[in-house]
């Protein structure tokens, strides 16, 4: 038997179905997408969730003149399979295949690329307005997360509809209780007091049923919809939505197809005020272990994968912070809703009064930490690489500028793989190392995270750690946490050719092909920098200055990065004819791919490094050895 969803090949084909057609087409999409995640990971829970909001959508919408802005946009693979996409869609996530994410590179029907929550009301409010300047008759629709409501930037842009009082203009408030964790704050209570209320929702429910049974029974239903709403007056806060100058409608099934279509249609009549959908959705809709564990399916990397007993750096993180708070109780943690991602449940579960989840909120997050800091506690701010972008001006001025002593533990830095260019961990490096006041640094191993933690919590100023996505490299944990060095590096491999200089993550690359090239008669000296700000001046220059040729290495962007931090120390000392080689991220952001594949992709692993080597050191390719050469091993890991 034929697929409805082999017919649909645009949105406009969606028009004719039935209502028992398109129940049929939610089927189809819901196994395509848990086919497809099954074998390439990706977002689960929350596109089984949106799938019959989509099909609404596109049923009356008429997409890609009227735009779709998707707030987070990792709930758009329904999405992507109703807009032309379906037979690339196995593809998805994978390096030259369809993103992860909405991408206007991929199609017209995608009007951006957001991978942060919190954004999609204020460009959504940005389109309407270009589209009424140049007097367009397009309609604008901005579907949000109840998660991108704990976003300081979404109350800004809802305060500025207010004021504009956009007419092609329509939000929608895509509420399943969830982000990544748990929501927290205002909007959890007002959900969990009317979608989960017992007896409310066994009213509705007895209603629509009973009014099915009477003659004209569409008609009675109607009847009892009014009173559904008004009874919702009561319940729901919906005087709040009009008062801020919204037309509220709502809550919605956000499952029943009709129900949702009939919604959209009045809700764009109403032109005096921006109309506001409530829909309320379940994450993980029709994949039984998704809807029982919504956090767990939010991203897995296969619903049926397993592990082995290699800790992620997370895990030693979260690790390391329960032992800190064992010993100290002022220390305390903060996420912006990423506490399973950072591994910070855990920590919570053993201390539930010193661990806050502030919601998508990073700028609150750092602010809060700042004062938490001035008020004598000792707060570890555990964030996404690609997150903390968001909280730039608050490490500036309520942590850098008051030099005060706040942790910030940067999770997935560097490359992060399949959620590609707006989740790629790439610019901290850049954007902290030009900070006055803070120390950063990046572990070789997950044994050295463990012990720079523990410094940074000892620290009387602001420290940043670096740390990549994924497991450790396997060694030994010491038992006892030690201080290290402040500004102190180490070198693991001498040799008297070449200086290699590598950073965190690169380092056991870096080793490894000292072992390549010594096997060609090439000495490597090989640098675990550590630190990147202050560096280990000292041990760079003589290391350096020994071989005089250098390659430095760091899975960051390659402007303004560690790199260049040595680029400048050598250019301060006048070592003006040391040969250098970079490598890193270049200037362009990374797309998606395996975190193997894209290391490969840019010499970020030890064959890309020897190829490095030898394209700009050609002098160094010979078959003997001479005699000035000379190879020595410490064994120092």
């Known amino acids: 038997m034929a697929r409805i969803l082999d017919g649909i090949n645009e949105p406009q084909d969606l028009r004719p179905l039935t209502y028992q057609e398109m129940d049929q087409l939610a089927q189809e999409i819901r196994e395509a997408i848990i086919t497809t995640v099954s074998s390439n990971g990706g977002h689960l829970a929350s596109n089984l969730g949106v799938v019959e909001l989509t099909i609404a959508l596109h049923r009356v919408f008429d ?32 390096a030259g295949g369809l993103s992860g994410f909405a991408d206007p590179s991929e199609s017209p029907h995608d009007t951006l690329c ?14 309407a307005s270009g589209a009424h300047h140049l007097k367009r008759d397009s309609y604008v629709v901005a579907i949000i997360g109840d998660g991108a409501l704990t976003a300081g930037l979404s109350y800004e842009a809802l305060n500025n509809m207010a004021h504009i009082k956009p007419k092609n203009l ?34 509705v429910q007895k209603s629509k049923e009973l009014a099915h049974k009477l003659p004209h029974g569409d008609f009675a239903w109607q009847l009892v919809k009014k009173v559904k709403d008004s009874l919702q007056g009561f319940i729901i806060p919906s005087m709040l939505w009009e008062e ?15 129900e949702l279509e009939e ?37 897995p990397g296969s619903p049926l994968s397993s592990d082995d007993s290699t800790p992620t750096y997370s895990r030693v993180f979260a690790d390391t912070v329960i032992r800190l708070m064992e010993k100290d109780p002022r220390v305390v943690a903060i996420s912006a809703a990423m506490m399973e991602g950072t591994g910070l449940v855990s920590v919570k579960e053993r201390f539930p009064d010193r661990v806050y989840d502030v919601g998508i909120a990073e700028q609150h997050a750092v602010s809060m ?4 800091a001035r008020g004598g506690l000792k707060p570890i701010v555990a964030i996404y690489s690609t997150f903390l972008q968001r909280a730039f001006d608050q490490i500036v001025h309520d942590v850098c500028l008051q030099d005060l002593p706040v942790v910030l533990a940067i999770d997935r830095a560097g490359i992060v793989g399949e959620d590609g260019k707006s989740h790629q961990g790439a610019f901290d490096i850049s954007s902290i190392r030009c900070l006055p006041n803070i120390t950063m640094a990046a572990p070789k191993d997950e044994n050295e995270l463990q012990h720079l933690i523990y410094t940074a919590v000892k620290n009387d100023g602001p420290m940043a750690i670096r740390y990549p996505r994924g497991k450790g490299v396997g060694i030994p944990l010491d038992q006892a946490l ?67 040729r250098v390659v430095t290495v760091e899975e960051g962007m390659l402007a303004g990065g560690f790199g260049s931090a040595v680029l400048e120390l050598l250019n301060a000392r006048d070592l003006k004819d040391m040969v250098v080689e970079s490598i890193g991220m270049p200037d362009e952001f990374i797309e998606h791919g395996s975190q193997s594949y894209l290391r490969a992709r840019y010499d970020l692993d030890s064959q890309g490094i020897v190829r490095r080597i030898k394209a ?18 410490q064994e120092a890991i």
């Open 63 to 94: 997409s890609p003149k009227d735009k779709l802005v998707w707030d987070t946009s990792n709930q758009c693979y329904t999405h992507k399979l109703l807009t032309g996409r379906r037979e690339r869609f196995a593809s998805i996530r994978k």
């Open 114 to 127: 957001a991978g942060h929550a919190g954004t999609g009301l204020s460009i959504a409010l940005g389109i």
């Open 170 to 203: 329509m939000v929608i408030l895509n509420d399943n209780g969830m982000s990544i964790s748990e929501n927290i704050g205002w909007l959890t209570h007002w959900r969990d007091r009317i979608a989960l209320h017992p007896e409310y929702d066994a009213m």
């Open 244 to 258: 801020m100058g919204f037309k509220y409608l709502g809550p919605i099934d956000g499952h029943n197809i009709r």
């Open 263 to 299: 919604t959209l249609k009045e809700a764009r009549q109403h032109s005096h005020k921006t109309p506001l959908i409530h829909v309320i959705t379940h994450k993980g809709r029709g994949y039984p272990p998704a809807e029982k564990d919504p956090v767990k399916y939010h991203q």
């Open 369 to 372: 930490a700042a004062g938490m």
């Open 482 to 548: 030690r201080d290290m060095p402040m500004g102190k590096g180490e070198v693991l491999r001498y040799g008297d050719d070449i200086t290699i200089v590598a950073l965190g993550s690169m380092v056991y690359p870096a080793l490894e092909a000292s072992r390549i090239l010594e096997e060609e008669n090439i000495g490597c000296t090989v640098v675990n920098a550590r630190f990147i700000k202050p560096l280990d001046e000292t041990l760079i220059l003589e290391a350096c200055g020994h071989t005089g």
């Open 616 to 633: 700009n050191f050609p002098e160094l390719c010979r078959d003997v050895v001479p005699e000035n050469s000379i190879i020595r091993t």
